[in-house]
């Protein structure tokens, strides 16, 4: 494209004057008391540990972070295991408590009982 | 001096601010009146802005922010306008003469030509045309005004400076051999 159609082109658009008076209508068309628009004040972030105390202490902070986590993980581990083999005992002791309950059942049934009727002719 | 009379204008001198609307109200009314095609609506667009930048006169930073910001504005508001209202419904620039005052009356004619065919873009492509050849800005300010991207800006100005200069060849207005 030529420099010459682009100098044409600024010759063409320079800028307008404004109509007559405009100064003049809009300043009477202002406001009386000038409502200040609120400038955006920065609200303060909690500031990073890294760009509080620098990386060293963040990494360290997060080592300390990620072994107390580690160590509680490990702790609900071996909870719940106890809890499985606890409540595994029980049901086994309970297994064993049924079966003798019916052996002693049976063993008072058979005590209970009376003898059998001795036949006449052993008897001679 | 642009920046203690918006020092001045801040602390609530009505005198400063008036100084700072005669120094821009000229290019803020030009983008007003090239865009929308109206002189009433331009009027309007341009109080529109300075009424802005009053009750805004605390976020302008400097006297160079003024012009830019001054500038943003306008063309922004001026292409909402154009969504509202389209282009085609304005009325046409009869009163060109009374405003623009060119010299000469070849200088007359491609002004009046030239703004028919800017009426002919597209809002964001007439936007850009007069940021960067009446307001004089380089492409990066163009896209910072309008929030485009510079390689956008670059299309729109390739894609206008074609089509206004093979309109305005047809018109015999522009000579042939200017081609490159």
């Known amino acids: 494209m030529s420099e010459n159609f682009e100098n044409e082109l600024r010759r063409a658009l320079r800028p307008l004057d404004a109509p007559a008076g405009f100064t003049e209508r809009l300043m009477a068309a202002l406001p009386e008391k000038r409502e200040i628009a609120p400038v955006a004040t920065p609200v303060p972030q909690p500031r990073r540990v890294a760009q509080r105390f620098g990386v060293p202490a963040a990494f360290a902070a997060a080592l300390v972070v990620s072994m107390l986590l580690g160590q509680h993980v490990a702790e609900v581990h071996r909870e719940r295991t106890e809890q499985q083999a606890g409540l595994a005992a029980s049901r086994e002791l309970m297994e064993a408590l049924k079966v003798t309950s019916q052996k002693l059942d049976l063993a008072y049934q058979a005590a209970k009982a009376p003898p059998p009727p001795v036949e006449e002719e052993n008897r001679t | ?180």
């Open chain 2, 1 to 180: 001096m642009a920046d203690g009379l918006l020092v001045r204008a801040r602390a609530g001198d009505a005198g400063a601010f008036a100084e700072l609307v005669r120094a821009h109200q000229g290019s803020v009314f030009s983008i007003g009146y090239r865009m929308l095609n109206r002189r009433d609506a331009a009027e309007d667009l341009a109080q529109d802005v300075f009424l802005q930048l009053y009750r805004k006169l605390e976020t302008i930073e400097s006297a160079e922010h003024l012009g830019f910001w001054l500038r943003r504005v306008a063309a922004n508001l001026a292409i909402d306008w154009l969504r509202r209202v389209p282009y085609a419904a304005t009325l046409p620039l009869e009163d060109g003469a009374e405003v623009a005052a060119p010299q000469r009356e070849d200088d007359l004619l491609l002004t009046r030509e030239l703004d028919r065919l800017l009426g002919e873009l597209s809002a964001p492509a007439r936007a850009v045309m007069l940021l960067r050849y009446q307001e004089d800005l380089d492409v990066a300010e163009v896209g910072a005004a309008l929030d485009m991207p510079v390689n956008t800006v670059k299309s729109h100005i390739k894609r206008s400076l074609t089509q206004l200069r093979s309109r305005m060849i047809g018109a015999r207005l522009v000579d042939c051999e200017e081609l490159p």
